[in-house]
């Protein structure tokens, strides 16, 4: 099998994988006050520590969740009721989050925030929250939030950045970006699944979606996953160590992107001309849907998805895409192609000769 879906879950790193095994042949419950129970809160304080110091943050402005999803609903709905922008290629958990106030920023044929009608919709009525998505999903593209950030603040909203598919691919500086919020997963990473958190500046406000415990400073209620927690930590922290491994994956892009479409009549990248994460490519092969696409390539064991994992079963147009400004046709036969800490030269090799093959035939 070749695995090209890494922006849906990346393999588990082996390292994190032994210590979340280790971690559950013990016992304890990480708000026990016994020797268990501490030695439970001891993984969860390491862990936080681990994410707080690749994210420059203190270890107190990071707070456990179940997953990113669990950390945006989080926040969006801490702000239930009061004006929210978004930009026009968030992820559902952002879009389908039920906040009838939201509002959408529209985004360049690139994929990139349009700043200037970002600042005309703050300064038209009050906001409370921004959102922004540091790094798409479906292309790659890496917003300005910097820039967004200081223009949120211009107007009085607080802004929140959705980094799931920024780190350990980019450098996140949580304190030095000035964002308010920010929300990460672990199984993008090379964690284990069902694990995540967020990162809220000093007196922010969060309104809990979990209640009925004391945990994670009373601001999520559960009993802490210490295991995942744990393996969310070490995997955070190795692939911040070995964050230029983006630096070869963008290489292999290119070599990707360039042979297709030399030889491929059709074939179009979006988000092309302006700065992306090294490991994703979204690819138009026009007339060709992305179902027909995809079946063709499962069957030499390739896998690639359609866009968001979360979304990819649907059979509609991407969001992101014809925010983009792509057509319905387009979207529909739009494929992600998306490498990870593990995938090597010969799975690029391999998915060039076959992807070639596949399209050739089907354009006969």
Known sequence: MIYLDHNATTQTRPEAIDLVTNIMAQVGNGSSTHCAGRAASMHIERAREQIAKAINTRPAQVIFTSCATESINTILKTFKGERILASGIEHAAIVDCGNAELEIIPVTSDGIIDLDTMEAMLERAPTALVNIMYVNNETGVIQPIKEAIEIAHKYGALIHIDAVQALGKIPVDFKDSGADYMSFSAHKVGGPQGVGCFAFAAKKPIRPLMIGGKQE????????????????????????????????????????????????????????????????????????????????????????????????????????????????????????????????????????EKYTKIIERLNK
Not at 233 to 241: K, R, S
Request: hydrophobic content about 35%; aromatic content about 2%; overall charge negative.
């Open 217 to 352: 400073k009373n601001q999520r209620a559960g009993t802490s996953n210490v295991a995942g927690i744990a393996g969310m930590g070490l995997a955070v922290e190795i692939a911040v160590e070995n964050i230029n491994r983006y630096d070869e994956l963008a290489t292999w892009r290119d070599d990707i992107e360039n042979r297709l479409t030399k030889s491929l009549p059709g074939i179009t990248i979006n988000g092309k001309n302006t700065p992306r994460v090294g490991n994703t490519i979204s690819l138009t092969c026009a007339k060709i849907t992305n179902t027909i696409q995809i079946m063709n390539l499962d069957l030499d064991k390739i896998c690639v998805s359609g866009g968001s994992a979360c979304s990819s079963g649907v059979a509609k147009p991407s969001h992101v895409l014809t925010a983009m400004g792509l057509t319905d046709d387009d979207a529909l036969s739009t494929i992600r192609i998306s490498m990870g800490w593990n995938t090597t030269q010969d799975d690029v090799n391999q998915f060039i």
